[in-house]
């Protein structure tokens, strides 16, 4: 599921504008850790009362969030750049 919550992001952050991909992101978090922990993901050795759960979910979203940041500097410096 990282990898459908951080392809979701990359799209959203190359179709979207930066607000509504920052948007976009927790809300892909939020789906992607409901079907990992209760949904038709879920393993049955996966906790979703531990911090082994959560910690590394916290640390996917920052990524995702340090992603749509990221991509939006990198459109915004190649449209500067071009002007």
Do not use: E, K, Q
């Not at 992101?25 to 209760?38: E, F, I, K, S, Y």
């Not at 038709?40 to 996966?46: C, E, F, L, Q, T």
């Not at 911090?51 to 459109?75: E, N, Q, S, T, Y």
């Amino acid at each position: 599921m990282d990898i459908v919550f951080l392809a979701v992001v990359v799209i959203a952050a190359l179709l979207l504008p930066r607000s509504r991909a920052l948007l976009v992101t927790p809300a892909a978090w939020a789906l992607c850790v409901a079907l990992v922990g209760w949904g038709p993901a879920n393993n049955p050795d996966v906790h979703t009362t531990s911090l082994g759960f959560w910690v590394p979910w916290a640390v996917v979203l920052v990524i995702g969030l340090a992603l749509v940041v990221g991509i939006d500097l990198v459109r915004r410096r190649r449209r500067l750049a071009r002007a």
